[in-house]
């Protein structure tokens, strides 16, 4: 980490901050939060610390609340809360939404700007820091990162996806017993639209070669129907049963969701972007769960989708996520102070090489462009050749984050006994 | 607890015993079976610890495994590990299967048989009791509770539920927080075909008066859609979201499932005993958000089936639960060693009335009829008079089941900023 604790000279120009929270919520976006109002209040020139409840959209509509009124117990207790405690927003805001949003900044002489999100929040970010340029508005803007889905650029790993992937660890290692105990197919829908890593999570659930999940299926490759279905005959023929892992995301080679091609005729929502919905509903898991049982003629096949369990579970976290996705929200704050700090940025995350294989990261800035409405995706070195695993550089990479006390399964050695009936 | 060091006489009869898992896996349905292993090797009479593979089908197919030469180690982390070690089976054996089973018993010179598992694994000791006597083989027998759904008569609760309704508290309140960010229509469907107590457990979710689940729908009532639907509304208009458990059995007045009433017309997967299946779909949840999209017009509705991670989730259990779960296998053999010890009982857990409120459990023997093929339901005390909720008195009976260090939601004060553009 960089020195956080820069002095700060006395006569430095006041600081009326605004933070809101975008997007999905996760299980540290809260830690975020409380890591710019902790250090904000610790600075004499800070004279309001205001939060916009429901992100973009409660500063359109002045729905602001006093964080500085918030006692520091609370703020604590909150750190370690899942799910945006101001409220979040699925507002993807268009230059006119941008400059009401300045008005109200400038209503309240907001002077710093933070905004916790993924990539469209960075987008707001550059393009509400634009028209205060434009306005000539003097705004200081960051944006802090968090989404589950690991998706964002220039960023190691991003706040509140090493959560997420270890409630997929956790939840896969108990269906491949639960699939070990009851033998069968087992299909685990986990979210991600684009970007496969919280899917690819579900691989370090193994520890035995026996272990599921046996397939991962991830959006970076064009989903194969029958190749699908020829390595769950293949593994169900080794093992006798298979577990396997799916992106709510995979498509097939015009790119369009399996959801689609496999529910075609029937009614499937679109949200206000016009994408198919894939969260929230179980209609994945199921249709492939069908495709399973009529073309394999395997009797005990069932789906579950992660849903919204995977992001907000309470008492499932990752403590090194908490206490990066903290860090990035003290440091957004700092990056504002020194003189030469730039006006507008975003906060991200960067893994440290460390020739004894240890882990470390530091927080940097780097242009809002560089995330802003753009999509990280698995790097090749992750994915298996055959498309349908990960590979142990993706183990290696995401083994550090998962945290401290993840206690995975043990087995019994079943030393046999002679049968006596035969 | 009773006592359970009884000394043994030096001259005590030999035993070999073979114990077995059946029934969907419990998070510590393996606490139990190490509790039978464990007590059974420290006793010098004891020669041969038999485990049956798949429960019943293991016997069946005399493939069995010696538990007497597994590692202490390998055990005590095995009995941390959620679902069946020993594997588990879903055949309700009839007379003429038992009849096989006790073949098997008898060609390993089994003395004494522990089944753990629900209802039905209760009457498979019950039956294959009655061919031992009928045979004339000396068998003791013993029934040891589990079950996440709780429905075992004459017994406070099962080990398996706390951990499970752990599992439920921890999502809804996960999901709550989830809903209150991004708010609209929440629907998450429970496991429990019969028994409402693991989808009433959401209810402990709750810590102040806005919390959700808004709505509680249990097996034990008949599911009005309409009244549901109402209740939605009016929930939606009054905090502009609304949160829901519904129990996976909920059924019209005829007692045809729900899922099969909204899905009239598609193909449902039934089981080897004729029931439609319930689980590892989620079909329900989708029918019920499609109801409250079509008839109430709200746009953001999201539906989750907890599925299997709510009875296999690694990584969280209720310590209270390991703890019961381990103490009744442990007394399920210690029971079989007093001289008056009866032939086939079955283990029950009671709480013990206690004046100062606090909690406290002790473990009894009661004959298997009372708890074999029988299903206990929730008392009409736990159930709000609307149908639609539970009562305090079933907060005040699951809290202590729950365990240590469940971490629930806190929320900031939020106090309003005056607007400044009105």
Known sequence: MPAMNTPIAADASPIRLLVAQGGGPTAVINQSLVGIVAEARALPQVQAIVGARHGVRGILREDLVDLAAEAPATLEAVAATPA???GSTRDKPDRDYCKKLLRTLQAHGITHFFYIGGNDS?????????????????????????TIDNDLMGNDHTPGFPSAARFVVQAFAGADLDNRA????????????????????????????DDGPHLVCLPERVFD??????????????????????????????GTPMLSVLAAGKGLERDAH???QLSGTGALADLLCEQVKSRLGISRVRGDTFGYLQRS??????????????????????????ADAPTAASVALRRVPAQDG??????????????????????????????LDTT??????????????LVLPSRLAGHPVAKRLG
């Open 274 to 276: 016009g994408n198919v």
């Open 225 to 254: 129907l029958d190749a699908f279905l020829a390595a769950i005959k293949s593994t169900h023929e080794r093992l006798g049963r298979c577990v396997v892992a799916v992106s709510e995301g995979i498509h097939d080679a015009a």
């Open 313 to 338: 579970f309470v008492g499932c976290v990752s403590d090194v996520d908490q206490h990066e996705a903290r860090a990035v929200g003290s440091f957004a704050l700092q990056s504002t102070l020194a």
């Open 392 to 405: 142990p550089a993706f183990a290696d990479y995401l083994r550090p984050l998962l945290g401290s006390g």
């Open 84 to 86: 945006a405690a101001l």
């Open 122 to 146: 960075a987008d707001t970010v550059r393009i509400v820091a634009e028209e205060a340029a434009a306005a000539g508005h003097l705004l200081v803007s960051r944006h802090v990162p968090k």
């Open 358 to 387: 240890s882990y470390a990261c530091e927080i940097a800035l780097q242009p809002l462009t560089v995330v802003a409405a753009q999509t990280r995706t698995m790097d090749d070195a992750f994915i298996a050749a055959s498309g």
């Open 182 to 209: 009851l033998p069968g197919v087992y299909i685990g829908v986990v979210m991600g639209r684009h970007a496969g890593f919280l899917t690819a999570a579900a691989a370090l659930a193994r520890q035995q070669a």
